[in-house]
């Protein structure tokens, strides 16, 4: 993927320092280590705690163009169903779950949630990507629990436990992820809902809105959509007394064309905000901070390599490695926005808020 284009007119041994130097460079971008560890190579310089500490020499100490940093690329939101097995169009295996990954980690992509994407709070190190996973239908594969006789134990093979696991093996990973869910029984073991959701909110995981009955909101007269909206925001209150239900996954990915009443509404005394609304579909979303970015309409990436008709995960992942330009990556700090000069005009400056904007000069364009 990243060496088929080499000179073939180079003689052995120069190809053979340059392979070490590509081999070199990139396991250096593919660690993607904190920025200061790739900041400020000089001994006295990292002696120097103040000097890391001072945004301006860090910035200026910082090789944003050899970390290829660009903070206006796009940005996966994968998009999960049902963990199990077969695999199938809408089901993913635990094995398949795990090799994404491992795959995505890799390829430099670190998890945050979706309510850091909507907050434009990205913390991954310098170097690496972001990425969002989302899991629609609260399915039971998603989480479940194993009655055994000592009491119920989380199956190992249920997303959530593949989830724990890799970030137990992988820290720097990160571990988020949100969970689309309607109602009555999100996860499919009733006896269970309680447990499961007090469960996802301490661990950090989100709760988003799929309606109240997985309804379709574009069918549905703008009383029973605010209704579907409501009643889901209310019934996660009652699991999660004061919880902030803070996007939506349209059901069947469908919306009405007036989206006002699905951005904002209540319902008998049940107020909902929907900060972000995902599609079903089927490219990353732009950066927070592009002028291309809709919060109003999030596209997302299928994590599946069945019927991908080339939008999949692993098409995309291709896709962005093939085409650096468009991907997001990381200047390591989240209060910087930093994109190469010639992008800077792409940035929204309304969305940066108290966020610096560090165009950067590439002496290659
Ligand atoms: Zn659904």
Redesign the pocket.
Known sequence: MFMSKFPQFLSCRRKAALLLLLILLLTLSLSCSKADDLIGASPEEKQDDKDSADPKKREEAMDYEALGVNEIGEIMILMY?EIGEPESTWCRTPDNFRKDLETLYAEGYRLISMNDLLDGHIDVPAGCSPVVLTF??GTAGQFRYLEKKSGPVLDPHCAVAILEEFYAAHPDFGLAATF?IFYETPFGQAEYIQKKLSYLDEKGFEIGN?GYN?GNLRRLSPKEARRELALQVKRTRDYLPGYNVRSL?L??GERPEEMSYILEGNFEGTAYRNDGVLLVGANPAPSPFSLDYDPRALPRVRASEIDTDGMGLYDWLERLSDNPERRYISDGDPATVAVPEERAEKVDRYRLGDKTLIPYQTKSE
């Open positions: 169903h629609d239908d689309y799929h997985h996954a059901p069947y």
